[in-house]
């Protein structure tokens, strides 16, 4: 009898922790995948997290449920609850990559709607650990360049070193050069950057913006 329920118990236990295994897999595999197309950074961790603290109760109660009240078989006792959080996962990831696309980049950091007469849009989310900075170029010009400078309050900036950035180094392909004109704001003690840089013909532009 007591070898009976000895054996039950271990099984029990065993179960549980073939499941975290299982669990766990899922969650590292959803970490390389994440930070490999995201980046090192708290957009990459966050991904991770919120399906995390949504798909672990929910993950391990279908599983108790499963297993040990329904008695299901083991692909239902194991599959199905480890399921949980990829499908979530893949819901946060989808959003984010989504985010990250150019077009929506440029009306989140740079002007909502997009006008008409910016075109060529490209840009990198290069942000890292808590920080959020990114990287925007675009066809453009003079009228809309000169909105963007208003509305983000922007000042000719004659100092050349102030910040030691090079576009050229995130887009190959921009011809970037000291030629272009630069525009700058700064906040809360240099923590918030927000910097335009415009060729002399003012229709190509590169638009950087860091907050740390």
């Not at 099984?11 to 595999?29: K, P």
């Not at 996962?89 to 959003?95: D, H, K, S």
């Not at 077009?103 to 709607?113: G, M, R, T, Y």
């Not at 925007?136 to 922007?154: A, D, N, R, S, Y």
């Amino acid at each position: 009898m007591k070898n009976e329920k000895l054996k039950r118990v271990l099984w029990a236990i065993l179960s549980i922790v073939l499941f975290s295994l299982l669990f766990g897999i899922t969650v590292i595999l959803a970490g390389l995948i994440s930070f490999a197309f995201i980046g090192p950074n708290i957009n990459a961790i966050s991904t991770i997290i919120l399906p995390l603290i949504i798909g672990l109760p929910v993950a391990y109660i279908l599983f108790f449920i499963f297993k040990f009240a329904n008695k299901a078989s083991w692909k239902t006792s194991y599959l199905v609850p480890a399921i949980i959080f990829p499908v979530l996962f893949g819901l946060a990831f989808g959003w984010t990559m989504h985010e990250r696309d150019p077009k929506n980049i440029f009306e989140v950091f740079v002007l909502d709607p997009l006008p008409s007469g910016v075109s060529n849009i490209t840009a990198r989310d290069i942000s890292g650990g808590f920080e959020t900075e990114i990287i925007v170029t675009f066809k453009t010009t003079p009228q809309i360049t000169e909105k963007i400078i208003t509305t983000h309050k922007l000042q000719f900036d004659k100092d050349t070193d102030t910040f030691d950035i090079n576009p050229n180094d995130f887009f190959p392909n921009l011809n970037w050069n000291e030629d272009w004109e630069r525009y700058i704001r700064l906040e809360r003690d240099n923590e918030i950057i927000t910097t335009l840089w415009v060729n002399p013909s003012k229709s190509e532009a590169v638009f950087w913006f860091l907050a740390y």
